[in-house]
C-alpha cells in the first residue's frame, strides 16, 4: 500500500491551521486525509480548533469553552500572529461545516483533545463528535483519534463502526500494542521521536498500522520509512506529494 500523506491541520503551511480554506487547499494539492481537532463551546458546540484556548490562532483570548459558539464566530482565526491580517476574514468552523467541506472528497481524521474530555460520558466531547459524523453521513470515511484513551474506549462503545486510532508521544512498545488492542483499533500515531525497529516489529507482529507526524521534508521522510509507514502527517502535504512524486 502506498504511504498516505495526511494533512496536519489542513494545508496549515500556506493557511490559518484548522479552518476551511486550509482544508480546501488540502483537498486541492491532493492530500489523502485531512487532519482536524476539536473542543466543545460553552453552549456544547463541537468546534474546530487545536488549542484549549483562543489567544494563538484567533484574535480573541480565554479559553474555548467559556465561549458560546457566537462569540466565537465573532473573532477572526486567521492566525494573526503567523499571517497578519491576511486572512482575518476567516472564522473557526464548526465540525458540521468542515465536514459538510470534505464529504465525497476525502478521508478525515478528527482529533478528539484530551483537554476537551470531562467526566460525562453520553453528551461530552465525544457522544457530540460522533453525532455530528453520522449526522454527516461519514461515519465509514471517518477515524476519531486521540491521545486520551478514555475518549477512545467511549468512542468504540457510542460507535463502533467508526474507526480509531491510538495516538502516542511518549510509550514503549508494550504500551503502544496494549493501547491498540483496549480501543479495539489497527491503527496506532506514534509521535515521528518514538519509532524505533522495535515499535515496526512488535506492530508489524500485532498487524497494525503505524502513521506519524510531522514531516515537512522528503529528506526526513526518507529516514523514516524504514519503519513500514502507513501514512505520515504534514504541514506541507503539497510540497511532500511533489517531492514524493519527483522521486519516484
Not at 66 to 91: N, Q
Not at 231 to 248: C, F, T, Y
Request: aromatic share 4%; proline share 4%.
Amino acid at each position: 500500500m502506498a504511504l498516505l500523506v495526511i494533512a496536519h491541520r489542513g494545508d496549515s503551511a500556506h493557511w490559518p491551521e484548522n479552518t476551511l480554506p486550509a482544508f480546501r487547499s488540502a483537498l486541492e494539492v491532493g492530500a489523502d486525509l485531512v487532519e482536524l481537532d476539536v473542543q466543545l463551546t460553552k453552549d456544547a458546540q463541537v468546534v474546530v480548533i487545536h488549542d484549549p484556548v483562543l489567544d494563538r490562532t484567533t484574535s480573541g483570548k480565554g479559553k474555548v469553552g467559556e465561549r458560546t459558539l457566537a462569540e466565537i464566530r465573532s473573532l477572526s482565526a486567521g492566525y494573526p500572529e503567523r499571517f497578519g491580517r491576511r486572512h482575518a476574514e476567516v472564522r473557526v468552523p464548526t465540525l458540521a461545516e468542515a465536514l459538510a467541506a470534505m464529504k465525497g472528497r476525502t478521508r478525515v481524521m478528527i482529533e478528539i483533545k484530551r483537554e476537551a474530555v470531562t467526566s460525562d460520558a453520553d453528551d461530552g466531547i465525544e457522544a457530540r463528535t460522533v453525532r455530528e459524523v453520522q449526522r454527516a453521513g461519514m461515519a465509514e470515511d471517518v477515524a476519531l483519534i486521540s491521545f486520551e484513551r478514555r475518549a477512545l474506549l467511549r468512542c468504540s462503545r457510542l460507535a463502533p463502526e467508526i474507526k480509531r486510532g491510538h495516538l502516542f508521544h511518549r510509550a514503549d512498545p508494550d504500551e503502544v500494542i496494549a493501547g491498540a488492542r483496549e480501543i479495539g483499533s489497527d491503527l496506532v500515531m506514534p509521535e515521528k521521536s518514538m519509532l524505533s525497529e522495535a515499535l515496526r516489529d512488535r506492530c508489524r507482529d500485532a498487524s497494525l498500522k503505524v502513521a506519524t507526524w510531522v514531516v515537512d521534508e522528503l529528506e526526513e521522510l526518507r529516514a523514516l520509512l524504514r519503519f513500514d509507514l502507513y501514512g505520515v502527517a504534514s504541514n506541507r502535504p503539497g510540497a511532500l506529494l511533489d517531492a514524493i512524486w519527483e522521486s519516484e
